[in-house]
Every structure is written in structure tokens, then in C-alpha cells.
């Protein structure tokens, strides 16, 4: 937590890295300076001297020591590292690294997706675990979340002032005795400098070859230095262009790559126009007759035709312009000071970021006719399916203030020393997307509003307005509607929708959130006693956390009034938190044969939830270098994460899923009835032995849990040993680590519960099957159709994740120059999710699966030449498939045949080059990301969720293609 953290970060630096370079205990730059590219500052040899004499705080430590180590496993990425390999704002520097990448990380790659704290959020999730269980902390210190809708509840990266940054230490490991609630996965602390001796501007760019997805940035700062303090104002400016689906082969047309065997000849359906696999668009140019054929325009013919398969025949231009990445604006001023009163150090920090994500996208629009409305030719319900926009917008103002005091006792208690602080958040966010409300659409099987009388050629259209139809539905009044319109012309098929009739059928939908976040905190630390190995350290503190979320949905979600999309209810409430902690290290032999060192750290947390009640948490390791070559340490600790304010508090949404898509009770292909036996058997006690899924789609509704949920608890083990030998500049770093994470909160998904409840050997009374209800009324129109499911947030039973990370670094002195090679690397062996527990328990075995790596690693090797330094980046993700979890890769085809679906992505190589010269007064980096242009991997329809044809898993490839980037930064 942020008041334990006594951080004197100018002068801190140098010493952070000299000792990273000897111990090897994380990813440093050079020991001799402590300039990073963004954040270049200058001081000379004396003052380098003197600031090594400092003592530091560590990242996962309460206690200030004289050197940096710590017997958790830590990682450092300097700013001038992540802006050498082209990574221009904080998001990349974070997501890209080792310890990240082996999981899906959710970034702007998801817009038009659904995802917590909405479109253009950036988070980061530590081993999989999820953004809620990673905690982020600016400057040792809390921060709030921000974001969009009712789950707002992880830290979005693009508050981060990238012009600050100074360096990145992330924990990987357990720390909620030290940090409070989230700390499960580990900690990412990002840490700005503190002061600058000159005024600096500096201006990059990193643009695509192809086009599509340039980023733009201009960012200064300005510093004041004066006898008894200094102050820091930096601002910046970031531009990311859209990349839309027409930008890239790989996205523009998405195809279903099925093959007559592994490796064998494609053999993917042709569109009858082109001699091509056909582009699986969203259906569109077609209607749709109930019990009757699709039919689609024929241009020969000058009318609708039966089509021959089910996908689109014609292109649609349209689709062409939905963005893959959004188009997103970010601005930001950061503000520090510090300054000595004498009897107490003052020190503040301000933060303004403003963020605004305009993410363009197209939707089917299907409006359902009856036979009696004049439109309708066709003598039975029918529907056009065509295209409309369906683009959503959002901004965000956030806001962090962060002020305190710290001091020492003097001569009453030498060696001790005080802080006090307080940090104050707020994120307000407004949101915006194109919906058609109900009571503009005829579409009788969705209950519309909208209805249309008259005779063909001669019909007229009335409708309720908005507010009368949220108070009264369908029993409003009736008024005419302002436009005349028909659906089943062609141009209205082929998306050539009239503006004023657009401007009738589709409204904006605007809403708005708030989170808000106060912290108070007080910490003493110092020396206890003195034992024969050195000084026994304490760090004791307090700290108070209020919290308040509220999202106020738009007039059409909140109402349940929009066309084939969930409602959302008010997400609203509030939570605080007592909580104490300590800290005590224990040096037990120093300077004695195969002891160098050996410290004992405990850290424990007991604290008090208004929502949740009280408990407690601990954490112990051990730190031992057996010789000047050799030091070996391992940690032992619990953690907690208590529920989220939105996981607590959402307001009920719904929507809607098609029966195919989450019943298991498919006997529909005699051939191919459920796999599993139970599922089999427990299924024919409720359907017969024929039954296809099939009819209206059921109801979802999803809520939070206050009552119901329990906090999260975890344990940690890492165990690691780190090599330095004297015979060469090397450091090796290995550490194992194992996280079991128990009654962790989640939404299951609609059909894993129903799949859940059929597989279980205590069906009809599992847990699971009082979740969802299956008609078996035969009078029901509905009869055998699961009618709604209730995908609320339950606590599951247990994540668990273990593996390996190896960090290494060596340098060598050439008479040419200096080279450095660094490399970082995770191994996955387990990642694996067990639902509820017992002998019914179902375990999802996520390991090596497509967005779960069991291995990625990320190199760089630097050559520094007088005033030129070169650089090679290399990241790389091994193989991953999904066969397991579909159980083979062979499965029946449209054709009739059993065909190859290929669900496996190849080894995945990205290489990056960079170039720097330096000048007394400024400095330029170029290169070019992605050198050999290398595609993100192609998978089969189906085989996971795609963009495109590409398997969409965040940042684990590279989505624009090789690009060129250059930073120029200039002194004053």
C-alpha cells in the first residue's frame, strides 16, 4: 500500500538496477545510468554516488532496506526498454510482458465485444487469473478503477500517464498481507519520476505498412527544482486510428478453413459467383420465410431466389467497415511535488486523463412481418435480414489525487520513520450505442411496438412513443410514425436504408458511470533490536478504503425496450474496509561459511468489510544467499479478494441465447447423440429420443450476489533459486509458483450450466439445475424448450495455476561496445478451473488451449556503441489447440462428410529492430515491429472465438502487421 512506501524514485533508481544487474532477480536496463527514453533525467556522478546510499523500497515490501531484494520474485521494465522495441503508451509496456502474455489480456483487440469496464478498456491479468485478481498501483499507492457500465471494477491502463513513467516493478506473487484485497495473482506498480533538470518534448509514431492502426503521440514536461523540494508537470497526447476489418486479408474476409484432412486440400464451400470460399459474413441481402426457403436477390433474375446454402452470396460492403481496434483519443496531465518542511516531508501527486473510443460497427437487423401485414408478399411470418450501424462511443474524465506527509522521530527513535496519506479517485464515464427500440420495430415474435395496417402499396405505420411505451407497452397510444418505409424492397434488404428512416428505426442509447474511491493510510516503520546477523525491521500500519460505484443505464436498456439486445438494470452501491497490517524481517546468520544471508520476512493483514465481515491473511519467506554466486528463496502466503461492487450489486440484465446454443440434449443426428453417458441418460428423462433443440431462444439474465457471494481466499508457493557466477557478468533467475484460488466468483455461462447439471450423477438435485428451467409442459407452446437460465455471479470452486519463470541476463565488454542480453520466459503446467467440487465436479483444463499458452517469452540483446545503441526484440507463444476440449479435430461438414477443422494455432514468432542515437540535447529511436510481417495464426470456424479468421486472444499476436515507429525527444 501506497503510505507504507517510502520512495525516493530519482534517486532510488540507479540503485534498483545496479543491484538487478548483480542479482538478477528482474529485466534491468544498464547499471550506469538511470535515464529511461521517456522519462530522461540527469545527475552526476557524486549525486549517483551519493543517492545509492539511499535506502529503497521494494515492490511487495512495507520495509525500507539498503539494498534491492526481496524474497518474492520481481520484474522491472524501464520506460527506455518498452519505448526501444516501439511500445508506445503503458498498456503495451504491461500486457507484453512474459508474465501477461500466456493469458488472454483484454484490450482495445475487443471492441464490439462485451467486456468489463467497456469498450476501449485496457487491463491486465496476471497467470490467468483475471484483471480482478491483479492488483494495480501507482506509486506504491491504490488507485481506482475506471470504466463504463455496472462492471467497472479493475484499473484501466489508460489512466496511466505514459509520459511519467519512469519504470514497471511487477510482483509475481501472492500480497495481500501487504496490500489488502486483489493482490492475489501479484502486483504491477507503476512508478513516475520525480523530478527533471530540463524541459523536454518529445513526438512518436508507430504506423503500420499496410495502413490502419497508426498511433500518434506528443508528450512534455517541465520541472522546478528548489532548495527544499522539487515539482514535476508532464503532459501528453495519444491518437490510436481505427483498424477495421477491410484492412487486413486476415479480417476482411473471415472463411471457415475446413480441410479433407490434417494438412490436406481446403475444402471450404464456394460462392457460386466467385469460384471462392465463401466470406462467413453475418447473413445478409436474404429473407427469411418461416417454414420455408431463405431466399436472396439474384441479380439476373431481378429478384429473390432459394439460396443455396445458408451464408451470405453477395459481399456486403458495409461489414468491410467495422473496426477490429477502435479509434481512440487519450489526453493527460500529471502533476508531482514534494517538498521539506524540515520536521516532515510534504509530497503530492495529481492526474487528470481524459479518454474518448469511437468503435464503428455493423449489425444484422431481421424484423419479423406476420402474414397480415401489408409489406409481407409471402403469405406466412417472414423477415428481411439486412445491415445496419450499430456503433458505440465512449468517454471518460478521470481524476487521482494523492497527498501526504512522512518524517522520522529523530533522536526519541532513530531508524524510525512515519507516513501518512490519502488517495482520492474518480472515473466518470458516459457511453453511447446505436439501438432500434421496440416500439419502432415490427416484429411481432419479439413483441414489438410498431405495427403497420393498410393494403399493399398503400399501408401506413403507427407506433408508441418512447416514454408511453416504457410506461404503458403495447397498450400505449398508437401515433403515426414520422417516415414510410418497406422492409422487403431490395434496397432496404441490401442495407440502403433511407437517412430519415434510419434516423426513425435507430436511436442513440446513452448512459453513464461512476466509481469513485477514497483511501487513508498511516504506516511507522523502523528498527525492533539488533540480533548478531543485522537489524530486526517492523512496519506497522493502518488503513481505511470507501468505495461507491453507480451506473445509470440509457432510457432504452434500462427499460427493456431495444431489438435483439439485454437490458441492463441500475448497478448501484457502495463498501469500506478497516484493515491493520505488519510487517517483520528477521536476519538470522550473515557472513558465516554457505551463509551469506539468511532472512526470515512475515507480513499479516486482519481487516473488517462493511459488505463482508472480518478475516485475516499472511504471508512468510525466506531469503538465503548460500554464496556470493548462489541465493536460493521461496514464499509461503494466503490471499483474499472480497467481492467487486459490480460483482455485488448489478443490476439484472438479460438476453438472449438460441436453444442449440446451450442445451446438451441434442439427439437430432442419431449418429451423433451426447458423448457424455450421463448427460445421455439424464436427458431422456425429460426429452425424447429424437429431440432437436430448436425454437424461441431463452432468456439469460445475469445479477450480483450481495447476500450470496463469498470473498475469495487463495495460497501462494514460489520457490526460486538465482545463479550469478564470478567468472562472468550472468545472472540466472529460475522460480517455480503454484496459486490456488478457492470460491472464485465468476459467471459460469448459460451452457455450462445446463451442460453442468445433465452431466452430474446427482441430477435433477445439483446445484446447477436449480439455475434454469425446461418447459415440460405439453399444452406450452414452448413445451421441452429451456425457457431461462439465471447466469448470476456464484462462487465456483477453484482456480488453480502453477509453472516456472526464468529470467537471465548477461553483459559483456567489447572493444567496440557494450552487449547486453536479456530474457524472460513462463512455463505453464497447470491451468485448470473445478466447478463446485465434489464428485460431480467439472474440471476445465485450460493449459495449452488457443489464449492459454503453456509458454511465452520475450528476449531483447543490445549493442551500445558510443552514442548509438541497437536493438533486437524477439516474443514469442508456442503452440496451442483446442482438439482437447472439442475431443478430436474431425467432425460432420456441411457436405455431408467428416471433414478437418483446424483448431491450433502455430508457434508464434515477433521480431522487432531498433536504432538510437544520442546527442547532448536530444535523441532519436526508430525501427520496425513485426520485421517479418508475420500474421496472427488462422483457425477453423468454430474452433474458438475469431476475428476474422484469426483466433481473437487480446495480445498474443500481432493484429497490424509489420510497422515502422520513431521517437524524437528534445532538451531545453
Avoid at 201 to 222: H, I, M, R, T
Avoid at 592 to 605: K, Q, Y
Avoid at 811 to 832: K, S
Amino acid at each position: 500500500m501506497s503510505i507504507k512506501n517510502d520512495l525516493r524514485y530519482l534517486a532510488l533508481g540507479s540503485v534498483a538496477y545496479s543491484v538487478f544487474a548483480i542479482t538478477g532477480v528482474a529485466y534491468a536496463q544498464e547499471t550506469e545510468t538511470d535515464e529511461p527514453i521517456i522519462t530522461t533525467e540527469s545527475q552526476d556522478d557524486e549525486d549517483e554516488a551519493e543517492s545509492r546510499q539511499e535506502r529503497v523500497v521494494v515492490t511487495g515490501s512495507l520495509l525500507r532496506r539498503d539494498e534491492y531484494s526481496s524474497s518474492s520474485p520481481i520484474q522491472v521494465i524501464t520506460a527506455e526498454t518498452a519505448t526501444a522495441e516501439g511500445l508506445i503508451d503503458a498498456t503495451d509496456i504491461i500486457q507484453s510482458q512474459s508474465v501477461a502474455s500466456g493469458s488472454t489480456q483484454i484490450n482495445g483487440n475487443f471492441g464490439g465485444f462485451v467486456v468489463e469496464g467497456g469498450t476501449g478498456v485496457n487491463t491486465i491479468s496476471l497467470r490467468g487469473l483475471g484483471a480482478q485478481r491483479t492488483l494495480v498501483i501507482f506509486n506504491g499507492r491504490r488507485i481506482g478503477p475506471s470504466g463504463v457500465q455496472g462492471q467497472v471494477g479493475a484499473v484501466d491502463l489508460n489512466v496511466i500517464p505514459t509520459s511519467a513513467v519512469q519504470r514497471v516493478e511487477i510482483l509475481k506473487d501472492g500480497a495481500s498481507s501487504i496490500y489488502g484485497s486483489d493482490a492475489v495473482a501479484g502486483v504491477v506498480n507503476v512508478i513516475t519520476r520525480r523530478s527533471i533538470d530540463a524541459p523536454e518534448l518529445n513526438v512518436s509514431f508507430n504506423v503500420p505498412y499496410e495502413g490502419g492502426g497508426e498511433q500518434w503521440s506528443v508528450d512534455g514536461a517541465y520541472g522546478f527544482n528548489f532548495d527544499r523540494g522539487n515539482a514535476v508537470i508532464s503532459a501528453s497526447y495519444q491518437k490510436l486510428e481505427p483498424l477495421t476489418f477491410r484492412d487486413r486479408d486476415y479480417f476482411d474476409c473471415p472463411q471457415e478453413y475446413v480441410y479433407d484432412r490434417k494438412g490436406g486440400t481446403r475444402v471450404d464451400t464456394l460462392d457460386p459467383n466467385t469460384g471462392r470460399p465463401i466470406c462467413l459474413l453475418s447473413i445478409t441481402d436474404a429473407i427469411d420465410i418461416n417454414a420455408g426457403p431463405r431466399l436472396i436477390y439474384d441479380e439476373d433474375l431481378g429478384d429473390f431466389r432459394p439460396s443455396a446454402f445458408a451464408e451470405r452470396e453477395y459481399y456486403n460492403e458495409k461489414y468491410r467497415d467495422t473496426a477490429v481496434i477502435p479509434e481512440t483519443e487519450r489526453a493527460s496531465i500529471f502533476a508531482t511535488a514534494d517538498y521539506n518542511f524540515g520536521w516532515a516531508e510534504f509530497f503530492a501527486d495529481a492526474l487528470y486523463t481524459n479518454r474518448k473510443t469511437e468503435q464503428e460497427y455493423y449489425r444484422q437487423f431481421f424484423p419479423w412481418a406476420s402474414p397480415a401485414d401489408p409489406q409481407n408478399p409471402y403469405g406466412n411470418f417472414a423477415r428481411p435480414i439486412t445491415i445496419a450501424p450499430f456503433s458505440t462511443g465512449v468517454e471518460i474524465d478521470y481524476y487521482s489525487v494523492t497527498a501526504g506527509l512522512r518524517g522520522d522521530f529523530g533522536n526519541m527513535l532513530q531508524d524510525w520513520t512515519w507516513e501518512t496519506s490519502a488517495v482520492y479517485s474518480k472515473s466518470e464515464g458516459d457511453y453511447t450505442r446505436q439501438t432500434f427500440p421496440l416500439n419502432r420495430v415490427v416484429d411481432p415474435i419479439r413483441a414489438g411496438g410498431a405495427v403497420n395496417v393498410g393494403t399493399p402499396g398503400n399501408f401506413q405505420c403507427f407506433y408508441i412513443e418512447d416514454q408511453d411505451y416504457a410506461d404503458n407497452g403495447l397498450n400505449g397510444t398508437y401515433v403515426p410514425c414520422p417516415v414510410t418505409y418497406n422492409y422487403f424492397t431490395r434496397d432496404f434488404v441490401e442495407g440502403n436504408i433511407a437517412p430519415d428512416v434510419l434516423d426513425f428505426l435507430i436511436q442513440d442509447d446513452s448512459g453513464s458511470t461512476t466509481y469513485e474511491q477514497l483511501t487513508l493510510s498511516g504506516i511507522v516503520t523502523g528498527s525492533l533490536f539488533t540480533l548478531p546477523a543485522g537489524d530486526v525491521g517492523v512496519a506497522l500500519g493502518v488503513e481505511y478504503r470507501d468505495y461507491e460505484l453507480d451506473d445509470q443505464p440509457g432510457f432504452y436498456s434500462r427499460n427493456n425496450m431495444q431489438w435483439g439486445l439485454s437490458s441492463a438494470g441500475v448497478t448501484a452501491g457502495s463498501d469500506n474496509v478497516i484493515e491493520a497490517f505488519g510487517e517483520v524481517e528477521i536476519p538470522i546468520l550473515a557472513g558465516m561459511p554457505f551463509a551469506e544471508e539468511l532472512t526470515l520476512n512475515v507480513s499479516g493483514r486482519v481487516f473488517e468489510y462493511d459488505s463482508y465481515g472480518s478475516d485475516s491473511v499472511y504471508k512468510a519467506g525466506l531469503n538465503y544467499q548460500i554464496t556470493p554466486s548462489v541465493r536460493v528463496r521461496g514464499t509461503y502466503g494466503t490471499s483474499y479478494r472480497t467481492p467487486a461492487l459490480y460483482e455485488l450489486f448489478l443490476g439484472n440484465q438479460t438476453s438472449f441465447l438460441g436453444q442449440a446454443a446451450i442445451d446438451p440434449c441434442d439427439f437430432s443426428d442419431p449418429a451423433n447423440p451426447p458423448a457424455n453417458p450421463n448427460i445421455r441418460q439424464n436427458c431422456l428423462t425429460q426429452v425424447p429420443a429424437d429431440y432437436d433443440p430448436f425454437g424461441s431462444s431463452a432468456l439469460i439474465t445475469t445479477g450480483g450476489g450481495a447476500g450470496i457471494l463469498d470473498a475469495e481466499t487463495s495460497e501462494a508457493i514460489t520457490v526460486g533459486a538465482i545463479y550469478t557466477p564470478t567468472f562472468a557478468n550472468l545472472s540466472v533467475a529460475v522460480d517455480y509458483f503454484e496459486i490456488e484460488v478457492n470460491d472464485q466468483i465468476a459467471q459460469l455461462g448459460a451452457g455450462s450450466i445446463v451442460s453442468g447439471c445433465y452431466a452430474s450423477d446427482s441430477f435433477p438435485n445439483d446445484a446447477l439445475c436449480q439455475l434454469f428451467n425446461r418447459d415440460l409442459d405439453p399444452a406450452s407452446p414452448t413445451y421441452l424448450q429451456i425457457t431461462d437460465v439465471n447466469d448470476s455471479y456464484v462462487n465456483i470452486n477453484s482456480q488453480t495455476n502453477r509453472g516456472l519463470d526464468l529470467t537471465a541476463r548477461y553483459e559483456h565488454e567489447f572493444d567496440l561496445g557494450d552487449l547486453i542480453v536479456d530474457l524472460q520466459g513462463t512455463w505453464t503446467f497447470e491451468d485448470n478451473v473445478e466447478l463446485f467440487g465434489g464428485i460431480d465436479s467439472d474440471v476445465d483444463e485450460n493449459n495449452g488451449t488457443i489464449g492459454d499458452p503453456d509458454f511465452t517469452a520475450n528476449s531483447r540483446i543490445q549493442f551500445v556503441t558510443g552514442d548509438v545503441t541497437l536493438n533486437w526484440f524477439t516474443d514469442f507463444v508456442s503452440r496451442t489447440s483446442n482438439d482437447e476440449i472439442f475431443g478430436g479435430s474431425l467432425f460432420p461438414y456441411r457436405d455431408g462428410q467428416v471433414r478437418y477443422f483446424k483448431q491450433y494455432t502455430e508457434p508464434y514468432f515477433l521480431h522487432s529492430v531498433s536504432a538510437q542515437y544520442r546527442a547532448d540535447d536530444w535523441r532519436v529511436t526508430f525501427g520496425v515491429t513485426n520485421v517479418f510481417d508475420e500474421a496472427p495464426p488462422i483457425v477453423s470456424t468454430g474452433a474458438a472465438t475469431r476475428r476474422g479468421s484469426v483466433a481473437l486472444v487480446g495480445t498474443q499476436y500481432d493484429y497490424r502487421g509489420r510497422s515502422v515507429f520513431a521517437r524524437l525527444q528534445k532538451s531545453f
